[in-house]
């Protein structure tokens, strides 16, 4: 049962235009959403995060949107670089496992920014 | 330089033939995880720390074995190894779970059991 999901395993965009990045939960309890990013033979790295009492959270050129009602995340990155290309991860926490320590993590979304 | 360091990066080993992969970080944090990387399944956790001699399951904890004795090193231990335990390991630690305190993960340990 897979209670973080990112439908779309790949994207590819133009260097210079928008990457959007989506992700799906089923826990209405969740309250805390994380976006990590991962280059190849290195560990995920935190990217940015939002609290459930938010809606949107700013940093910089990443931009995560929060829609509680549709249990839906999604991360903008503009404009996006070669530099961009990783894998996303997006992870939950909540529903309690903020005080067990659990997080839960999505499939991931491999970006490929062209040049 | 603050890191989470595992050894070693890559082991390749045979069924049933008990393995230690170690977790050692520098930064003083009180929570330890351990997650395992597949594909089409991202990251899932198997065994984490909230402090010394605090374990706890994840979600996939079959198979797997753990220890905090000091503040510093989680090894994650596979007393009897299988192929379906072939895996990329990543160990991660924060100064306590929680929104507040993101996961500084370590360089990854790709095993394979034949």
């Known amino acids: 049962d897979q209670q973080v999901k990112q439908n779309s395993p790949s994207l590819s965009v133009q260097e210079g235009r928008i990457s959007i990045l989506n992700c799906d939960y089923t826990?209405?309890?969740?309250?805390?959403f994380l976006w990590y990013k991962k280059y190849p033979a290195e560990g995920p790295t935190f990217l940015i995060s939002?609290?459930?009492?938010?809606d949107k959270n700013e940093d910089g050129r990443f931009t995560v949107f929060l829609n509680k009602s549709a249990k839906h995340l999604s991360l903008h990155i503009v404009p996006s670089q070669p530099g961009d290309s990783a894998v996303y991860f997006c992870?939950?926490?909540?529903?309690?496992?903020?005080?067990?320590?659990?997080?839960?993590f999505g499939q991931g979304t491999t970006l490929q920014v062209k040049p | 330089e603050a890191q989470v360091t595992q050894n070693p990066r890559y082991l390749i080993t045979v069924t049933g033939k008990k393995l230690t992969v170690t977790c050692s970080q520098n930064?003083?944090?009180?929570?330890m995880s351990w997650y395992r990387q597949d594909p089409g399944l991202g990251l899932r956790q198997i065994y984490y720390?909230?402090?010394?001699?605090?374990?706890d399951k994840g979600d996939v904890p079959e198979g797997y074995k753990v220890s905090r004795k000091e503040k510093r090193n989680f090894p994650l231990i596979l007393e009897s190894p299988s192929p379906n335990q072939t895996s990329l390991y990543f160990c991660?630690?924060?100064?306590?779970?929680?929104?507040?305190?993101?996961?500084?993960f370590g360089n990854g340990t790709r095993l394979t059991v034949t």
């Open positions: 991660a630690s924060s100064p306590r779970q929680g929104f507040w305190s993101p996961l500084h």
């Open positions: 826990n209405s309890m969740f309250d805390y």
């Open positions: 939002i609290s459930s009492i938010k």
């Open positions: 992870a939950a926490s909540g529903a309690g496992s903020s005080n067990t320590g659990k997080l839960i």
């Open positions: 930064m003083n944090h009180e929570y």
């Open positions: 720390s909230m402090n010394v001699e605090v374990t």
